[in-house]
């Protein structure tokens, strides 16, 4: 009787030793369950990117004023009847300090 217990708890030792640490046991769903969480934000982060880029294309799809804007602040383009004024910092003085003899 008791080699027959001992045995069964050595395969029941097995089995659970498999179900928590074997291929496909509770770390590797685990590990898993992460993987997803990070995929499902990684995937709301593009769509919220994508959602963006569609309404711009529409934009341009659309109307002149998003492709008038589009050339304005990426080309610097302007109209014929506008004249442009570029407003610059001036430059940057420094004097050296005076060598002691």
């Known amino acids: 009787m008791r080699p027959l217990i001992l045995s069964l708890l ?47 294309v529409m934009d341009l799809k659309q109307g002149l004023d998003a492709v008038e804007e589009l050339a304005r602040s990426e080309m610097g383009m302007i109209r014929q009847d506008e004249i442009f004024f570029e407003m610059l910092e001036p430059p940057v003085v420094t004097r050296a300090a005076p060598v002691a003899q």
């Open 10 to 56: 050595v395969v029941l030792a097995g089995l659970q030793w498999a179900l928590w640490f074997g291929r496909g046991g509770r770390m590797d769903v685990r590990e898993i369950r992460d993987q997803i969480e990070q995929q499902r934000a990684f995937n709301t982060e593009f769509e919220a990117r994508n959602r963006g880029l569609a309404a711009e």
